[in-house]
Each structure stands twice: as C-alpha cells, then as structure tokens.
Nanobody
Framework: QVQLVESGGGLVQPGGSLRLSCAAS????????MGWYRQAPGKQRELVAVITSGGSTNYADSVKGRFTISRDNAKNTLNLQMNSLKPEDTAVYYCNANIQRLDDTFVRVYWGQGTQVTVSS
C-alpha cells in the first residue's frame, strides 16, 4: 500500500506565500517523477509543476517565476513553494507520484487527497 499525504494549504492574501508538502509512505521501492496539479471549481485538473527523480523541473506558464517545486528523495517528500500568489491560484492542489512498490514490477500513478489553497483579500 502506498499513500500520498499533502499538507500546507490554507487562506492567504494576494501577494502572499504558501508552502505545500507531500509525503509518500508505504511499501515503496522507487519514486520516479512527482508533480503538483490543481483543480479550480468548474475547471479541469491542470498540471502546475513536475520534477523528475534527477531534479529536472517543468512548470505551467501561469506559475513560472512564482512557484518552485522541490523534492527530498531520501525522505520521499515533495514540496511546492508558492510566492506572489494570485486569486486565480485558488484551487485544490493535488500531489502526484509515479511509484514502483516493493511487491510490484510496474510503475503506477498515485494521488494525494488534495489540499485547498484560497487566495483572497
């Protein structure tokens, strides 16, 4: 069994900052690419940022220069530092990871339960 648990969401004023974290636990053999997605009310889930196991990153154009994705491979954790937040960043943020379990030969995609980020004055 593998679990992804997010934390760090909340209410912040425009221009403020938040840091999201995601911890992966369970029978993990290896974690490959990890990412953050978000879904605003009435909209489809969209990619925010992704990071490979080697540390290469890619960002949605809407967050470039404001958000920073990072990971700690030793601790199986993923982070998203969000600065200069805008009301349009309001969404539920989901952690995503491509994981091979100890008892499996396949790499499967896992999702966290989501954490709410609200940017409002």
């Amino acid at each position: 069994q593998v679990q992804l648990v997010e934390s760090g969401g909340g209410l912040v004023q425009p221009g403020g900052s938040l840091r999201l974290s995601c911890a992966a636990s369970g029978s993990i053999f290896s974690i490959y690419a990890m990412g953050w997605y978000r879904q605003a009310p009435g909209k489809q889930r969209e990619l925010v940022a992704v990071i490979t196991s080697g540390g290469s990153t890619n960002y949605a154009d809407s967050v470039k220069g404001r958000f920073t994705i990072s990971r700690d491979n030793a601790k199986n954790t993923l982070n998203l530092q969000m600065n200069s937040l805008k009301p349009e960043d309001t969404a539920v943020y989901y952690c995503n990871a491509n994981i091979q379990r100890l008892d499996d030969t396949f790499v499967r995609v896992y999702w966290g339960q989501g954490t709410q980020v609200t940017v409002s004055s």
